[in-house]
Nanobody, 127 residues
Framework: QVQLVESGGGLVQTGDSLRLSCSAS????????MAWFRQASGKEREFVAAIRWNGDSTTYSDSAKGRFTISRDNAGNMVSLQMNSLKPEDTAVYYC????????????????????WGQGTQVTVSS
């Protein structure tokens, strides 16, 4: 069983930065790609960013590209999302998730491709 715990959310102003962290349990953490998703009130869950199992490649949604950076620390079983130049439309609950397959070579962006999810952390960006 994998447990994921997100932290680092909060209330910030437009243009501010936040760094979200996801602590993961399990000995096989480094064998799975990891991703961040978000869900705003009244909207569907959407993909934000993903990082390959070995950390050598990443992919981002159009809204995140150029502003957000996903990274991982396999020694510490952690995944981070550095969020810069935040906008009100970034307001959402942010979730980290574990890929359903080990050593996947191609990063996936569908929620159904991820098997374990954290409880989420709230990010609110004021105008």
């Amino acid at each position: 069983q994998v447990q994921l715990v997100e932290s680092g959310g909060g209330l910030v102003q437009t243009g501010d930065s936040l760094r979200l962290s996801c602590s993961a349990s399990g000995r096989t953490f480094r064998t799975y790609a990891m991703a961040w998703f978000r869900q705003a009130s009244g909207k569907e869950r959407e993909f934000v960013a993903a990082i390959r199992w070995n950390g050598d490649s990443t992919t981002y949604s159009d809204s995140a590209k150029g502003r957000f950076t996903i990274s991982r620390d396999n020694a510490g079983n952690m995944v981070s999302l550095q969020m810069n130049s935040l906008k009100p439309e970034d307001t959402a609950v942010y979730y980290c998730a574990t890929d359903s397959r080990k050593f996947r070579s191609v990063l996936v962006t569908a929620g159904g491709d991820y098997s374990y999810w954290g409880q989420g952390t709230q990010v609110t960006v004021s105008s």
